[in-house]
């Protein structure tokens, strides 16, 4: 039995804010959706920011996004007056880095361009900082093959938005050493959020996987005529998207398979799955009568709101549940270390 | 824009409570754990319950089911006291739905047992009862073809725990009737169910259908070793899982695609996903060596607690999180007819 689950970790502990005491200045390459929403959540925990992003309006974009964010990190309890006070920008990369206690690099998902940044900032950080690339689908090895320190570099990518959702999934490459893993893992517990460091690289690591993996099936669920968008988007979230924000499907078949827990179910409906749900899940392609098809039942499901309204309420109902779990103690396997 | 999202109404309308009216008594077959959760909200809704069910010590059985799930049917702000005034126990099936308003059968997933039991109710029930199956397997098709009044029977498939979860998959057979289809959605919804009405047959319906596609990778990344069980369940709760108790996928990602929504995001990285994540999700078996693995790591993440008491726990959190919801209203697909 371990302590109690916490979703997000409004309130840091003294650990956490002793570790958060140590990181400065962060600097954030990349002042896009990802980069801004990083911005935000430095900012509020107490952090100095650079920006560093070669457009000429960059200032007026990052100021505007985080006027934005700023709204939903005053709802998780966060300090967030007075954000910009503390964020400054600069063009030249090594000079945005010299200073940084962590650099975040949010650039465009790109090979080369990412291995490019890597080289200037490895040589023009402080040894002791924090180096985390966002990407969602380049493995640190990659990036590091170019940089004389790889033992430095390390994913940290997060679950948009990185300010309000507390997933970090933290991938080391195959040089990254032990020691990065747990500076990373340590510094985005002090933030708050919940790392996860994963074991292997694995293409599109673990919840872009698993979300492909229900996402293919939606698709053809909805082209197969079973149900519209909507009605499978009801679907999930009064029945198996309520039960994942609770215990994750592992516990929840823990849970659901009677006194013999998840080993019953894995002797008994595991190996019924896997012979008769499994070979039946669909194969479904975007291509254009699908793509139109989808198009139009977005229009019927999701109204005449822009996607800034929506996305506020839900992010305002997505406030109150981490509030309301984080009020409901339960034993869980979700635990900080 | 559609109405408020409310992911279980506790309180029903006038309307709703005009419906329950027309509802005194309930046939419940098969007092298995669905048979006992459907009777406790149905008592709980004010519907005498009779069950039918073979075994010999099924009155004990069924009593401490009862007594297991109240403090569940008070928490979600249910009548939950003396719920067993109103329950009595009836081992012959025509004299059990002989007087019965609605029948909910839940007996083992066997189609020639089914087939008994249905052309048995038919002639025995009322003429205006709502005849409903749970099962998550048999189409009301093939179960139909042995009544001479297919045109009444309708699956209404809870997902896991009835009393608990708000949704009811609600799936006509081909020759289920228009009238049968709108008194089942009434009746689920008068409940505070949230039915959905599938608009073709298939099996394992889509709750079932999704949370298997996403299992199936959740048991390839653990046996690969990129995670354990335990940091799966964390990865689901701290990301997707909270995402989706609040909005579906679809919703999910046409907040998550820029202002151009979901149009925009299947135009392009819907179709990146299709060429490079679809066809590198897993295909793994429940071999012997997968089901050591998994349940010795079932072990290790769900400690020594039995399963009652951590589903208690979770049924907990999962209340503090449906009244969360109920409190934050926002604009969704999600909502009653």
């Not at 570099?153 to 080391?172: K, M, R, S, T």
């Not at 909805?222 to 968008?229: D, I, K, P």
């Amino acid at each position: 039995m371990t302590p109690t689950s916490e979703p997000q970790d409004m309130n840091p502990s003294e650990d956490d804010a002793a570790v958060l005491d140590s990181y400065k200045r962060a600097a954030i390459i990349g002042g896009g959706v990802i980069g801004v929403s990083w911005a935000g959540l430095f900012l509020a925990r107490g952090i100095d920011v650079v920006i560093n992003d070669p457009r000429t309006d960059i200032e007026d974009l990052v100021r505007a996004g985080l006027a934005e964010i700023t709204p939903t990190l005053a709802a998780l309890g966060l300090p967030a007056e007075n954000l910009t006070d503390r964020l400054t920008f600069e063009a030249d990369l090594a000079t945005a880095v010299a200073d940084a206690d962590v650099i975040q690099e949010n650039g465009p998902e790109r090979l080369e361009l990412k291995q490019q940044i890597w080289q200037t900032v490895e040589q023009a950080a402080p040894a002791h900082a924090l180096l985390a690339t966002s990407t969602s689908t380049i493995p640190a090895t990659a990036i590091a093959t170019a940089m004389r320190q790889p033992e430095r570099l390390i994913v940290g990518h997060p679950f948009n938005p990185p300010h309000l959702v507390p997933l970090v999934e933290v991938v080391p490459g195959e040089s990254t050493s032990e020691a990065t893993v747990r500076q990373a893992k340590a510094f985005y517990t002090a933030l708050g959020k919940r790392p996860q460091v994963l074991r292997k690289e694995i293409p599109g690591f673990v919840a872009n996987r698993l979300q492909s993996a229900l996402f293919r099936e939606c698709v053809f669920l909805v082209a197969q005529g079973v149900v519209t968008e909507q009605e499978l988007d009801d679907i999930v979230t009064s029945s198996i998207g309520m039960r994942w924000a609770v215990a994750g499907p592992f516990r929840t078949f823990h849970l659901g398979g009677g006194p013999g827990g998840l080993p019953h179910f894995l002797e008994h409906l595991g190996r019924t799955m896997e012979a008769s749900m499994w070979p039946a899940l669909g194969n479904p392609s975007f291509d254009d009568a699908t793509v139109a098809l989808l198009t139009d039942q977005a229009r019927e499901a999701f109204g005449t709101g822009t996607v800034d309204e929506l996305a506020t309420a839900r992010d305002r109902a997505q406030i109150a549940l981490m509030h309301a779990l984080n009020e409901t103690p339960q034993p869980s396997s979700a635990h900080h270390p």
